[in-house]
């Protein structure tokens, strides 16, 4: 299983990033191929940091074919492109993850 995960610390404008998310990307994100699972969860509490996080969000696929596959498709340029519309919202990018 790979993971694409994506923290969000804290958006100078908070309703403005959420009903674009929510309303934009979100649909965005569930329509990649490949996609196994989505998830996003807003941050509560924090430890052993001074970031400010706000929320995280963790997509699934099978291996990294799979998730390469997803990117490089035209969903997947969509949704990344996108992607890059959110980062208006903060005052720096989101941190992005990829594990297995």
Do not use: C, R
């Amino acid at each position: 299983m790979v993971k694409m995960t994506v923290i969000y610390e804290q958006p100078k404008d908070k309703e403005g990033f959420e009903n674009h998310y929510y309303d934009v990307h979100i649909p965005l994100v569930q329509k990649l191929p490949n996609l196994k699972n989505l998830s996003y969860q807003n941050v509560l509490q924090t430890q052993n940091t001074d970031a400010d996080l706000y929320l995280i969000a963790q997509l699934e696929f099978e291996n990294m074919e799979a998730f390469q596959e997803s990117m490089a498709s035209e969903l997947g340029q969509e949704a990344q492109n996108d992607g890059g519309k959110l980062v208006k919202f903060f005052n720096k990018p989101p941190v992005i993850l990829i594990s297995q």
